[in-house]
C-alpha cells in the first residue's frame, strides 16, 4: 500500500478544467518533485493534497486513511508556500509555535519544541526577532521549521526556493534534503526550476495541462522522456527514429519534427551528452558537419547538420571543432533506450491490484 | 456557521430595509398613525418637486454645477500634489502631509465659523465662489489622499522608463501617468463629489442662503413637514450622486475596475 | 545631466503642491487662525481689540460645558465603538464568501454614498415613535399607543442620532476593512489553516491583529466625523445637553455678538481635542503594531 495515494483527482476553477483526473503513488519517506510550466496545476495540486481546496471528484488517502473531505486544519499535511508567509506581527518564536499553540499543547512543550527547531534551522538565540528583522534564508528557514514542529506526516513544498536568490538556493537545497532524510519525512515539492527537481526527487513527476504525463525516477525522465514536452522541460535534445533491433541499427536514423514524434513509434530523445564524438569513422555514427561552436564553460555545445537537419552534442575538455569539420557523432543507445520489451508500468506509479 | 450566516444576513439587511421604507413613502398618498403599509399610493410628493417652478430644480442645478466643479478642481490640483508627495523627497514634506490630512480630522464647524468673517470681508461670503472654495478645504484631503497611494502604488518605474524612451513630460503624462490614475479617478469623482454635494453645515453658513443646494432644501424637512416630500426630495438626491458616480465611471473606464482598491 | 525622480528637487514639488497648499493654507489654516483669535477676543468689527483669556474661562467654568463635553464623547463613543464591532465582523464575513457576492458587495456600500441629512430621515421614519418599529410593536399588541414607543429622536439618550452614525458608519468600516481582510485571509489565512489552526483561530490569532492598522485608522475618521459633526445633533438632539459643536453654533448665531468669542472657544476646544485624540490614536499604533504589511 502507497503512502499517499491520490486516485483520479480532478478540479474545475470556473468551468475550467485545471486538475484533469490525476493519479499517483507515493512511497513513505519519498522525495516526490512536481514539475511543469507554470499554469499547467502543480500547486493547485498541493492545495488539494494540503485540503486548502476541495476536489470535484477523485479521493486522496494518507496513511490508510481517506483524507478527501477532511479540511485542512484536521489533515497532518503541512505546507510551506512560495514566499515563505510568516506572519509579521508575531515573533520567530512564536511563528514556529503557532500550530502547536493551535492544538492546545502545553506551553513548556511548546517552548522545548521551539529550541529544537531552532538548532535544527541553526538560528538558536533568534527567537525573539521578528520576521522583518530576518534575511530572505532565515526567513525560509523560519517557515520550514514552523511546518516541521507539528511533526506532519506529509510535507509540502510550494517553490521553496525560487524567493532565493541563487548562492542561497543551493545551501537551501541540501538543508532541505538533509531534514527530509534526518527526520524520515515523505515530502512533495513543486518547483518549475528542472536542475532542482533532478538534484532534489526520488521520483520526478511531469504536469501539463492538469495531467500527469509521466512520473518516474530522475535518470529515466531525463534520458527517456515519453514526449518532446517533457524532453524539454529539462534542457537540450534530438529526436530521432532509429529502428534498432537486438542493438543494430536496421536502417540510417531519421530525424524527426516535434509533430512527427507524436506518431512515430521508435522515435528516441538524444540528450546531447548522450553523442561523443569522433574524427574516425565508427559503427552506425552519424555523419554531420560541424555548423558552428557556443562556448559555455564547462563544455561546448556543437551544433552539427545531418541530413540537412540541424542536431545538437556536447564536446567536452579542450578538445576544439571549426565550423565546416566532418565528424563522427555516436549515440550511446543505453542511454535513451527503455528496457525493450518490458510493458510499462502505468503513469500513476500505483503498482496495478 | 450557519449562525454567521443569519447574523450577517440580518445586519446587512437592516441596512437596507429604511431604503424600503424612504421608497414606500415617496409613493404615499396617504399612510395612517398606526398602519404598517400606506393605505393609498400616489405621486403627490413627486409632482411637487417636479412642478417646473418648485426651487428643486434650481436647487439641483445649483448643487451639480457646484459639485461638478468642486470635484473637476479638486481632482486636477490633487494630482501633481499627491505625485509631489508620493515621488519626490523635500523639506517640509512631514508637515506638508500633516497639512493635507489635517481637515479629515479638524471639524469643519471650526474653519468655517472662524473664516466667515474675512470672508464677508472680501466679498467671497453668500457667493458660489465663496462656498466652492471652502468646499475645496473639505475635499482636498480625500483627493490628495486618494493620488497619493496611486503614485505609491505604481512607483517611479514607468516615468523612468517612459524618460528612456525619450517621451517628454507631456507624453508621459498623455500615455502612461493618465493610465495609472484612471482607477484613482474614478474613486476619487465618487468621493469627492459625494462628499460636496452632501455638506450641509458650509454651504449654509458660507453661502448666506443665497447659495440654495440640495441639502439646504431638504434639512428643514427631516425634523418637521411633509414625510413625502422629504421622501421624494431624498431619492432624488440620492439617485442624481448615483447617476454622477456612474457617469464618471462610464467617462474614464476604469477597465480593471481597481479603483475599490484605492478607498483607503 | 537630466535631473532624477526622487532626488532632492529644489522646487518642482513645491509647485506641484501649490494650488492645494495655497487653498488649504489661506483657507483651511486661515480659519483656524482666525477662529483662534477671536477666541482669544481679537474681534475688531464690535471694538474688541484686547486678547483676553476671559472668554476660555468662561467656557470651561460653565456647567454647561462638562455636560457638552460629556454628551459629544458619549454620542461619539458608543456610535464608533458599535459601528466598528459590526463593520469589522461585516468585513469578516464578507472577506470569507468563497464566491464574491456581487449583490452584497454592491448592496452594503449604499449607505455610504447617502449623504447624512438623508440618513437621519431614514431612521426618523424606522425609530421615531410614528415610525415603522414603533408601528410593528403596536401591531403585535406590546403597546397601545405611539407614545408609549420610547423616544428615541429629540431624546437625551441620542439613541436616533447613535443609530444614524452606525447606519452610516459600518458601511465604510467594512470598505476600509475588508480590503484588507481579504488579503490576508488569502494568503496568511491559507497558512494557519495549513498550520492547524480552526477557523476561529484564524479570525483571533491571524486576521483580527494583521488587520488592527486598518481597523483603527477606520474608526478614527469615523470618531473625529462624529466628534465634530453639526447636522444630526442640531437637527435631532435633545435640548439639552446639546453637543459641542452644536453649542458652539448657537453661541454663533445669538444676535449678541459678544457671543462670538464664546463660540470660537468651543470650536477651539473641539478641534484641540479631536487632535490630541488623533494623536494618541497615532502614537498608540505605533507602539501596538511594529510590523509592516
Known amino acids: 500500500m502507497p503512502y499517499i495515494q491520490i486516485q483520479k483527482l480532478s478540479k474545475l476553477y470556473k468551468g475550467q478544467v485545471v486538475i484533469d483526473h490525476i493519479s499517483l503513488c507515493v512511497n513513505h519517506g519519498e522525495f516526490v518533485v512536481l514539475v511543469g510550466p507554470s499554469g499547467c496545476g502543480k500547486t493547485t495540486t498541493l492545495k488539494l493534497l494540503a485540503g486548502l481546496i476541495e476536489p470535484d471528484s477523485g479521493s486522496i488517502t494518507i496513511d490508510g486513511q481517506n483524507v478527501t473531505n477532511l479540511s485542512a486544519e484536521k489533515r497532518d499535511v503541512v505546507m510551506v508556500f512560495q514566499d515563505n508567509l510568516l506572519f509579521p506581527h508575531i515573533t520567530v518564536a512564536q511563528n514556529i509555535g503557532f500550530g502547536l499553540k493551535m492544538k492546545g499543547v502545553k506551553e513548556d512543550k511548546i517552548k522545548a519544541k521551539v529550541q529544537e527547531m531552532l538548532s535544527l534551522i541553526q538560528l538558536e538565540g533568534m527567537e525573539e526577532r521578528y520576521p522583518d528583522q530576518l534575511s530572505g534564508g532565515q526567513r525560509q528557514r523560519v517557515a520550514l521549521a514552523r511546518a516541521l514542529a507539528l511533526e506532519p506526516k506529509v510535507l509540502l513544498l510550494d517553490e521553496p526556493l525560487s524567493s532565493l536568490d541563487p548562492a542561497l538556493r543551493c545551501d537551501m537545497r541540501d538543508f532541505i534534503l538533509e531534514i527530509h532524510k534526518t527526520l524520515d519525512m515523505t515530502t512533495i515539492c513543486v518547483t518549475h526550476d528542472c536542475e532542482e527537481a533532478l538534484h532534489m526527487a526520488d521520483k520526478i513527476a511531469a504536469m501539463f495541462e492538469g495531467s500527469i504525463v509521466q512520473y518516474a525516477v530522475p535518470q529515466e525522465i531525463y534520458y527517456r522522456p515519453l514526449s518532446g514536452k517533457v524532453a524539454h522541460l529539462f534542457g537540450r535534445y534530438n529526436i530521432l527514429e532509429c529502428p534498432l533491433f537486438d542493438g543494430t541499427l536496421l536502417q540510417k536514423c531519421k530525424v524527426l519534427t516535434e509533430a512527427q514524434a507524436l506518431t512515430c513509434e521508435t522515435v528516441v530523445y538524444v540528450r546531447p551528452e548522450s553523442i561523443w564524438i569522433t574524427k574516425t569513422p565508427t559503427k552506425d555514427a552519424l555523419i554531420g558537419k560541424v555548423l558552428r561552436t557556443i562556448f559555455i564553460g564547462e563544455k561546448r555545445i556543437v551544433c552539427f547538420s545531418y541530413n540537412d537537419k540541424e542536431l545538437v552534442a556536447y564536446s567536452w575538455g579542450r578538445q576544439e571543432y571549426k565550423a565546416g569539420d566532418k565528424l563522427f557523432f555516436n549515440i550511446r543507445w543505453e542511454d535513451c533506450l527503455g528496457k525493450s520489451g518490458e510493458e510499462d508500468e502505468n503513469i500513476s506509479g500505483c503498482a496495478h491490484i | 456557521m450557519r449562525l454567521n450566516k443569519i447574523f450577517s444576513l440580518t445586519i446587512f439587511y437592516l441596512l437596507i430595509t429604511p431604503f424600503i421604507v424612504l421608497i414606500l413613502w415617496s409613493f404615499t398618498q396617504t399612510w395612517p398613525a398606526g398602519e404598517l403599509l400606506p393605505s393609498e399610493f400616489g405621486f403627490r410628493g413627486w409632482r411637487y418637486i417636479l412642478e417646473p417652478h418648485s426651487k428643486v430644480w434650481h436647487s439641483l442645478l445649483v448643487s451639480l454645477s457646484l459639485s461638478g466643479a468642486v470635484t473637476l478642481i479638486s481632482l486636477i490640483i490633487s494630482i501633481p500634489a499627491g505625485k509631489a508627495i508620493a515621488h519626490y523627497d523635500f523639506v517640509g514634506k512631514s508637515l506638508v502631509e500633516t497639512l493635507i490630512l489635517a481637515p479629515i480630522i479638524v471639524p469643519p464647524i471650526a474653519v468655517g465659523m472662524g473664516i466667515h468673517l474675512s470672508f464677508i470681508k472680501y466679498g467671497l461670503a453668500d457667493s458660489f465662489l465663496g462656498v466652492l472654495l471652502i468646499h475645496l478645504t473639505v475635499t482636498l484631503p480625500y483627493s490628495v489622499r486618494i493620488f497619493i497611494s496611486v503614485f505609491k502604488a505604481a512607483g517611479t518605474k514607468w516615468d523612468e522608463q517612459g524618460r528612456t524612451l525619450k517621451a517628454n513630460w507631456w507624453a508621459r503624462f498623455r500615455y502612461i501617468t493618465w493610465y495609472l490614475i484612471k482607477p484613482g479617478l474614478v474613486t476619487g469623482s465618487a468621493l469627492v463629489f459625494n462628499v460636496s454635494f452632501s455638506q450641509y453645515f458650509l454651504t449654509f453658513l458660507i453661502g448666506g442662503g443665497k447659495v440654495i443646494t440640495l441639502p439646504l432644501i431638504l434639512f428643514p424637512f427631516i425634523n418637521s413637514g411633509d414625510r413625502v416630500i422629504a421622501s421624494s426630495l431624498s431619492l432624488i438626491f440620492i439617485l442624481s450622486s448615483l447617476f454622477f458616480m456612474i457617469i464618471a465611471e462610464k467617462c474614464i473606464e476604469d477597465n480593471q475596475r481597481q479603483s475599490e482598491f484605492y478607498y483607503l | ?293
Open chain 3, 1 to 293: 545631466m537630466r535631473s532624477l525622480i526622487l532626488k532632492k528637487s529644489t522646487w518642482l514639488p513645491y509647485l506641484m503642491l501649490s494650488p492645494v497648499l495655497f487653498i488649504l493654507g489661506a483657507f483651511f489654516i486661515g480659519g483656524i487662525l482666525l477662529a483662534f483669535l477671536q477666541s482669544l477676543g481679537y474681534f475688531p468689527i464690535i471694538g474688541l481689540e484686547k486678547f483676553t483669556l476671559i472668554y476660555y474661562k468662561e467656557v470651561i467654568t460653565s456647567p454647561d460645558f462638562m455636560a457638552a463635553l460629556g454628551h459629544s464623547f458619549y454620542i461619539c463613543v458608543v456610535s464608533t465603538l458599535i459601528s466598528t464591532v459590526i463593520g469589522v465582523y461585516l468585513a469578516y464575513y464578507i472577506a470569507g464568501l468563497s464566491h464574491k457576492n456581487k449583490g452584497i458587495d454592491f448592496l452594503y456600500k449604499i449607505p455610504i454614498a447617502v449623504p447624512h441629512i438623508v440618513a437621519a430621515l431614514m431612521i426618523v421614519f424606522m425609530v421615531s415613535q410614528g415610525g415603522i418599529i414603533a408601528r410593528l410593536v403596536m401591531k403585535m399588541g406590546f403597546i397601545s399607543e405611539p407614545n408609549q414607543f420610547p423616544s428615541l429622536i429629540y431624546s437625551k439618550n441620542a439613541i436616533g442620532i447613535i443609530l444614524i452614525y452606525i447606519w452610516k458608519e459600518v458601511p465604510f468600516i467594512t470598505l476600509m476593512v475588508y480590503t484588507v481582510m481579504a488579503n490576508i485571509q488569502k494568503n496568511l489565512g491559507e497558512v494557519a489553516l495549513t498550520l492547524g489552526a480552526s477557523k476561529r483561530q484564524v479570525f483571533y490569532h491571524v486576521i483580527l491583529p494583521l488587520s488592527t492598522p486598518a481597523i483603527m485608522s477606520a474608526s478614527v475618521i469615523v470618531f473625529a466625523y462624529s466628534f465634530g459633526a453639526f447636522e444630526i445633533p442640531y437637527l435631532l438632539g435633545a435640548t439639552y445637553p446639546r453637543t459641542l459643536p452644536v453649542w458652539a453654533y448657537l453661541n454663533y448665531i445669538s444676535p449678541d455678538l459678544t457671543n462670538r468669542p464664546i463660540a470660537m472657544v468651543i470650536s477651539m476646544i473641539i478641534t484641540v481635542l479631536a487632535i490630541i485624540m488623533v494623536w494618541l490614536y497615532t502614537a498608540s499604533l505605533k507602539k501596538l503594531v511594529r510590523y509592516k504589511l
